[in-house]
């Protein structure tokens, strides 16, 4: 019947959105870098509501942010913000028009840098460049001793912005060199946790978020550019679906909320793994 025709086409096209380990399409024709928003909602489902009043307010830190930093944007691009406010714990997807205008595609929880562990530093602040001079990898997917898939399941990204100065925060305190990354994490023991400062310094994000910036390249301005010389690079996937928008820049703020919006979820109440805080070492960035 033309009801289950349609039914089924429907479905089709559902499962062409985003799948795990399966082929992706975008829209039919990018039109827009909004275009991403219901690619965005249908992939990432750890997701965060964010009131519009809020979604432009980061903006503005964006503007002042990069400012701040000497970058100047040339184009339209996507940007990623990152808010390490204890309170907050939350990345940004955002999309830079020709006028330099925001436009928030979605967001989801995090995990930036905890106090108090051997070796963990708190997520610097700033504007981080993604480029092919750090280049990225894919997680094993091995457990470590504790059990633990530090990068996630086998095959995810983890998106390399090299070594930047950071504060310790252990011992004596002080700054000096770690390696920033953004990654996927262990998808029953620590993405439940996403939400709340628990890395060594890098940014946890949930495995569905990993997907959707790999699959369609939002910081692989730099690795556009190679491909488009005729480089080569094994890192990328064999069905990525690239917009014309990808950008590289990640962006980190510290709102320094007193207390916990509104629209900010609290991460789920599940047991702690052995050894991903204490004070002779972390399990895992």
């Not at 033309?2 to 039919?28: R, T, Y």
């Not at 965005?40 to 964010?50: G, K, N, P, S």
């Amino acid at each position: 019947s033309s009801f289950m025709l349609n039914f089924i086409h429907l479905v089709s096209v559902a499962a062409l959105v985003f799948a795990v380990g399966a082929k992706a399409a975008p829209p039919p024709t990018w039109q827009s870098g909004r275009d991403l928003t219901p690619v965005f909602d249908t992939a990432v489902t750890r997701r965060l509501a964010i009131p519009a009043e809020e979604a432009a307010a980061y903006g503005q830190r964006l503007d002042a942010t990069f400012a701040q930093g000497g970058v100047v944007l040339a184009r339209a691009q996507y940007v990623l913000l990152v808010d390490r406010s204890p309170q907050v714990q939350a990345v940004f997807v955002y999309w830079r028009d020709e006028q330099g205008g925001w436009h928030l595609i979605g967001a989801a929880p995090v995990s930036t840098g905890s106090r108090g562990g051997f070796e963990h530093f708190i997520t610097p602040l700033g504007v981080f460049a993604h480029t092919t001079a750090h280049p990225d990898f894919r997680a094993e997917g091995t457990v470590n001793e504790f059990g633990v898939r530090g990068y996630g399941v086998k095959g995810m990204r983890v998106f390399d912005f090299g070594w930047v100065p950071a504060e310790r925060s252990w011992g004596s305190g002080g700054v000096s060199l770690m390696r920033l990354q953004m990654h996927a994490t262990d998808p029953k023991l620590l993405e439940p946790r996403l939400g709340e400062p628990a890395s060594k310094g890098c940014i946890r994000i949930p495995a569905d978020l990993n997907r959707l910036i790999d699959r369609y390249g939002l910081l692989d301005a730099d690795y556009e550019a190679g491909l488009a010389q005729g480089k080569s690079y094994w890192v990328l996937l064999p069905d990525r679906s690239p917009t014309p928008w990808s950008g590289r820049y990640l962006v980190v703020v510290d709102s320094q909320r007193a207390t916990r919006p509104a629209w900010v979820t609290r991460p789920a109440a599940t047991k702690r793994p052995a050894g991903s805080a204490s004070a002779t070492g972390s399990a895992h960035c």
